[in-house]
């Protein structure tokens, strides 16, 4: 899963593909190095990050996923929380959501059913804005895998089908580098629920501090080296910003995952 991050503020790619014909390039680049997925996303989930509008964020997401619709088959999974841009970027063309807040916006899993597409439920302690003030748990792998097994319960009870139920742990969202890396040893407790995994870690905060914190633009080996061992533990979906060198990487580790 390639990211195309459209707000105006991400450290990441701070700005540059706010322009559609500059979208298009970049979704374009990552269909070509491997991506089997676009993560085309508005608003910003940084620590401490303002809220934005509904009318705002439609005003990013929506023409950028006509036009890569106009391009490409690509699915383009949306990544909002708002029940509403959700229905909007589906009717534009995109096919799957990506929550951040696991469908728990009001009519969010209602929606969800209805548009009978698959969603990404992931784990978050607090909100975006407060989730970074020291985050607290006794066992944070037994604690994220009780909150997912209820998410995916409240999905099924809303009619959401099993097999469009994708979960993620939900690296860096109120979570200290310990609590990151116990989640990332233990990533195979997440079988144990049924579900794909999709892994986040892509040039994340986790990554700058065990490097002698190292910069958003000096995480790239670091970003592979996740990107990989994620892979080797099964997660299904991996959610990177640097197409080409982890699609690398995933050539070797299925090569030899299928050796005899
Ligand atoms: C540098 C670059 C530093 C990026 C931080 C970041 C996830 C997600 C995000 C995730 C799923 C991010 C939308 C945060 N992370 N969706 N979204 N899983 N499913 N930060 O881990 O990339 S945004």
Request: net charge negative; proline share 3%.
């Amino acid at each position: 899963m390639g990211i195309l991050n459209l707000t105006p503020d991400s450290f990441s790619d701070g700005g540059l593909f706010l322009k559609k014909d500059n979208a298009i390039k970049h979704v374009t680049q990552m269909i070509n190095d491997g991506a089997q997925i676009i993560d085309i996303g508005g608003e910003s989930t940084r620590p401490g990050a303002s809220d934005v509008s509904v009318d705002e964020e439609c005003q990013r997401v929506i023409p950028v996923i006509e036009a890569v619709r106009e391009i490409s088959d690509i699915p383009i999974s949306i990544d909002t929380s708002k029940t509403d841009v959700m229905q909007q970027a589906i009717s534009s063309g995109a096919s799957m959501i990506n929550d951040v807040n696991a469908l728990r916006d009001d009519g969010a899993v209602e929606l969800a059913a209805e548009l009978d597409v698959p969603v990404c439920i992931m784990h978050m302690q607090g909100s975006p804005r407060t989730m970074q003030h020291t985050p607290v748990y006794k066992d944070v792998v037994q604690e994220v895998k009780a909150f997912l097994e209820e998410r995916i319960d409240a999905c099924l009870k809303a009619g959401i089908k099993r097999s469009n139920i994708i979960i993620d742990p939900g690296f860096g969202f109120g979570k200290t580098l310990e609590h990151n890396l116990s989640l990332f040893k233990h990533l195979d407790e997440f079988e144990k629920l049924d579900c794909p995994l999709l892994v986040g870690v892509s040039r994340k905060s986790m990554i700058g501090t065990v490097l002698n914190n190292a910069s958003a633009d000096e995480r790239l080996n670091g970003s592979v080296v996740l990107a990989t061992l994620a892979a080797w533990n099964n997660a299904n979906i991996l959610r990177v910003h640097d197409v080409k060198e982890t699609a690398e990487a995933l050539k070797l580790c299925q090569a030899v995952k299928e050796a005899k």
